[in-house]
């Protein structure tokens, strides 16, 4: 025995479920059950510390907590719980969160049943090697027979009907019994005390006081504090401050052992300092090699991100550097924009790591920021036999100067129940997919290999495949190179004068249709003014798309004597603040949504 | 120079459907207490140890011509008394068609009142009842008539605009109070206010109201029939011959002080904005407890007022003097908009000449919020 406790009484293990399945929950009763955390203290749903995670129903960061249970075999376990997010855009930290587990609950709300989520995270877990635990949830719920369910686990992955566990996590029926579950079934971690250190770093934190916390699980050896540590990625060295595990808050030991869960902090500046996925060794005796599975963050998609009111550049650069100090694949630099002013080019794993982004510094920092339409990275080869990777639409060079262009493709993987194939090969095609081949799975679920233009799938293509297959089917997909293509500029013009902020790269053929589409969009976002507002998409100098607003006729009070003054003058400064949110561009003005809005697909 | 007064007159024989105005219908005691409560506070309002000098009054509503002309004698009786009216003063009364007679209308004149500003509306039947008007085409034409033969400064209110209007029905209105020989008219487009009947008859789907461009023609239409006939547009919504242009009006647009009394009046004196309790009877509690009237108030600074100044200059034909404006408030507001003001010229909505920015009539007037609003703060 190295730790505190016997490495066998140690169980690591997430939930996972269709969200509203009552994940939460159930983690605030097994932290009820295992007397971690007075009710007191106890907020809702204690695993999820944003707002914005609450308010969106995503948890954005993995979690983890220790608990300590007496089991009826008189023993006491250690049990790790760890959070894990959901959507495409998180796949990378989702995997390396259920890679620091040993087991998994599949958490099935009787009243909804196996959902597409379900099967999806069931794929995630069982592609961890975990042991999984169904658990059918809500069974106060009497109206619903949870024989109904118990026959879908057995039919749609094998669990025999008795494996499962009941629960309520309203009630707390069944957690005593879903707990020593956990105990019994899920195995203790494998791993050896006296090997070289190897810890996963499956999260990380950044706290304002104490710089980055790396949220580990040691695979192999030890770590303690005053320990001189390495990150296998870089080979970067640092002395280690603390350790400690989260029960719930933050409780300091004098070393996590192999197979425990916890946190390190090291002297890390930033979180770019501690990478989801990368190893930590010891300095001094360096494990051979680190655990599989690391990847580079990578920014997939960038966007410029502009302050509504020019003044405000000083806070957003402030928010930034703020920002970046706590998301590790969250990158930007300056950039300027004849329409916009200055800003920042910036760059996320995907649409909803922008949004979340772009959401959390308008809230955080009380900004009201102009985003533009997000892009993908160019290579574009110049005749002068130059190289250029262009993050900007706006900032690509004159026709005449390219010699060829090309654009990043992604390995996509979609796995979905056989009768999907046909609508998602159909959507793969339409957005310029390469296919590969098709891969049987047990049961009916079939894996399609695609190779797809990143830009492509960027916008709604995940959200496209899920309302395709009613949900059903998951995505994932790395980056494989990038290869040229016949692609081209679409600027748009307003009132003659070419907008940068507006302009987008499309594939040649698509391009006209983009034009087309973006012009009605405009039409549709930018309200009518006093003058008449000509929107036109161009190809170099040919337009190829043209729409036009009739200007406004009329927009006045009528009577303003005595009594109106002060009513009147406030009606229209309200009706002003309403438009703040709009950038001036020459002298017409366009809302903030105008900038998103050209993405939109018809 | 002298300082505007205006008196409000909260009650009417019965409510417009398009009204929003602070007017009701009430009961004979109330509006007795009423009146002896405005007589109070004009007393008091006035009777300070320096009096104001006054260069025009205004008596609005409402209806001001509910009363008898002995009963708004007596409360102009009252202003005269306390305090100094300039020669010649402006003293205006509104009235409606069916509460003046040839002989009500003499006795007001001979009792100082030296304008009249008479609400019409429309001549056309069905759009009076429309708009929930008490008297028909016949009984205005009449009182029309009656107040010219009494006031030498007769003003005419009509509304455009309305649901189901034609431009024929509208040219009818235009060449019948034309055939009136006002010296004034104010025309308004109907403006379909919240928590109006008309607003939810048109929520319903009952009414169907004007396209923007048939209000516009309709707009133009009326202005080329005033210029024909010799009226000069001196406002968004006002025409007169020349030397008839309303001073009481004149001065708010100018964004000069006034006094206001009555339940509702609104007040600008040094920089302050002030309103009084808008219910008659609370207002005529507050006046016989000897409390303050002022139900709200607030002080402008420099931006807001300079805002306000633009904003009611941009009504007039006269237009908003920028550079006087950017003095008083310190901002070089012709640098500031230099952009928008070269386009509104190049559209045609704005002329600029001399450092006073004018909208243009023909198409500047209507779009008058749309430029407001980016002078505003």
């Not at chain 2, 108030?297 to 237009?319: C, S």
């Amino acid at each position: 025995m190295h730790g505190e406790f016997p490495q066998q009484n140690i169980r690591t293990f997430s939930i996972v479920a269709h969200i509203d399945h009552g994940k939460s929950t159930l983690a605030d009763r097994i932290l009820e059950y295992c007397h971690t955390i007075g009710e007191r203290d106890m907020r809702d749903q204690v695993l999820d510390d944003m707002d914005l995670e609450r308010e969106r129903g995503i948890t954005i960061k993995a979690s983890a907590v220790r608990l300590q249970y007496d089991a009826d075999d008189g023993q006491t376990y250690v049990f790790n719980l760890i959070d894990t997010p959901g959507h495409v855009d998180f796949n990378y930290e989702v995997s390396r969160a259920l890679k620091s587990c040993d087991g998994a609950l599949l958490l099935v709300d009787v009243s909804q049943g196996v959902e597409a989520q379900t099967v999806a995270n069931m794929y995630l877990a069982m592609e961890a090697d975990l042991e999984i635990i169904p658990v059918v949830n809500k069974i106060d719920l009497t109206q619903f027979p949870v024989e109904t369910v118990l026959e879908q686990l057995e039919d749609d992955f094998g669990f025999a009907p008795e494996v499962s566990v009941l629960t309520s996590a309203k009630t707390g029926a069944g957690i005593h019994e879903l707990l020593e579950a956990i105990v019994r079934s899920i195995p203790p971690p494998a791993g050896k005390h006296d090997a070289p250190l190897q810890a996963l770093i499956f999260d990380s934190k950044f706290d304002t006081h104490r710089g980055a916390l790396a949220y580990v699980r040691v695979f192999n050896g030890s770590i303690s504090a005053d320990d001189r540590i390495m990150t296998m990625s870089d080979g970067s060295h640092f002395d280690v401050d603390e350790v400690g595990v989260f029960s719930p808050h933050m409780v300091p030991k004098d070393t996590l052992s192999v197979g425990e869960v916890g946190y390190v902090i090291a002297g890390m500046k930033q979180v770019k300092d501690c990478r989801v996925g990368d190893t930590i060794t010891s300095a001094r005796n360096s494990a051979e090699k680190a655990l599989s599975g690391y990847r580079e963050p990578q920014a997939m998609v960038f966007c410029g991100l502009y302050p509504s009111d020019n003044v405000d550049y000083g806070v957003l650069k402030d928010a930034l550097d703020k920002y970046s100090l706590n998301d590790a694949a969250f990158r930007y630099e300056p950039e300027t924009s004849a329409a916009l002013g200055f800003g920042f080019r910036c760059g996320f794993l995907g649409l909803l790591h922008m949004e979340i982004v772009q959401e959390r510094l308008e809230r955080e920092y009380d900004l009201d920021l102009v985003a533009t339409a997000p892009s993908v990275v160019y290579r574009v080869l110049t005749n002068d036999g130059e190289v250029h990777d262009i993050e900007n639409p706006a900032k690509f060079p004159d026709t005449g100067a390219i010699a060829a262009i090309e654009e990043p493709i992604v390995k996509a993987d979609i796995m979905t129940p056989h009768k999907y194939v046909g609508a998602c090969m159909k959507l793969s095609d339409d957005r310029r997919g390469d296919f590969q081949k098709m891969e049987y799975l047990h049961g009916d679920r079939v894996i399609l290999h695609y190779r797809l233009p990143l830009a492509e799938i960027v916008v709604d293509y995940f959200d496209a495949l899920k309302s395709a297959t009613r949900g059903y089917a998951t995505l994932d997909y790395e980056l494989a190179g990038f290869q040229e293509e016949d692609l081209v500029k679409v600027d748009i013009l307003i009132n003659g004068d070419t907008v940068d902020a507006l302009a987008i790269i499309s594939y040649r053929k698509f391009a006209e249709r983009r034009g087309r589409s973006i012009c009605r969009k405009l039409k549709k976002t930018i309200p009518r003014q006093m003058f008449e507002v000509r929107i036109q998409a161009a190809i170099g100098s040919r337009v190829v798309a043209s729409t036009r607003h009739a200007p406004l006729r009329k927009d006045v009070l009528e009577k303003c004597y005595g009594g109106d003054i002060t009513r009147k003058r406030k009606l229209l400064e309200r009706q002003k603040e309403g438009k703040k949110r709009m950038k001036q561009v020459g002298s017409v003005e366009v809302p903030q949504e105008a900038f998103m809005s050209i993405l939109e697909l018809d | 120079m002298g300082i505007g007064l205006y008196v409000h007159i909260p009650f009417c024989i019965s409510k417009c459907r398009y009204c929003d105005f602070n007017s009701q219908v009430a009961a004979e005691p109330l509006r007795r207490q009423y009146h002896a409560a405005v007589g109070e506070q004009l007393q008091r309002l006035l009777g300070g140890p320096i009096p104001y000098c006054i260069s025009t009054v205004f008596f609005g509503g409402g209806t001001p011509t509910i009363y008898s002309s002995a009963d708004l004698a007596h409360l102009l009786a009252i202003i005269v008394a306390n305090g100094e009216l300039d020669t010649p003063a402006e003293v205006s009364c509104e009235a409606n068609p069916d509460t003046v007679d040839v002989d009500k209308l003499m006795a007001l004149r001979a009792a100082g009142f030296n304008r009249l500003s008479l609400g019409v509306q429309s001549l056309d039947d069905e759009q009076l009842r429309l708009l929930g008007r008490t008297h028909d085409a016949g009984t205005a034409l009449a009182a029309a008539a009656a107040a010219r033969e009494a006031f030498d400064n007769l003003s005419l209110d009509i509304i455009y605009g309305i649901p189901g209007q034609t431009a024929r029905s509208w040219s009818a209105t235009l060449d019948g109070i034309i055939a009136l020989r006002p010296d004034h008219i104010s025309a308004y487009g109907l403006m379909i206010e919240h928590d109006t009947p008309l607003h939810m008859m048109v929520a319903s789907g009952q009414l169907q109201p004007l396209s923007d461009t048939t209000y516009a023609e309709f707009y133009t239409q009326a202005q080329r029939a005033f210029a024909a006939a010799g009226y000069l547009q001196y406002e968004i919504s006002n025409f007169a011959r020349p030397g008839y242009e309303c001073r009481h009006n004149l001065s708010y647009w100018r964004n000069e002080s006034y006094l206001g009394c009555g339940a509702g009046a609104a007040a600008y004196l040094d920089g302050v904005r002030s309103i009084n309790i808008a219910d008659p009877g609370d207002y005529c509690a507050a006046v016989g407890e000897g409390r303050s009237v002022i139900a709200s108030a607030e002080q402008l600074d420099a931006v807001h007022r300079a805002g306000e100044t633009i904003m009611l200059a941009l009504r007039t034909a006269a237009g908003a003097d920028l550079i006087r404006i950017s003095e008083q408030c310190g901002m070089d507001l012709r640098a500031q908009h230099a952009d928008i003001i070269a386009a509104m010229i190049a559209e045609g909505i704005a002329a600029y000449d001399g450092g006073v920015l004018r909208l243009t009539p023909e198409k500047g007037f209507l779009l008058h919020s749309e430029v407001a609003r980016r002078f505003l703060v």
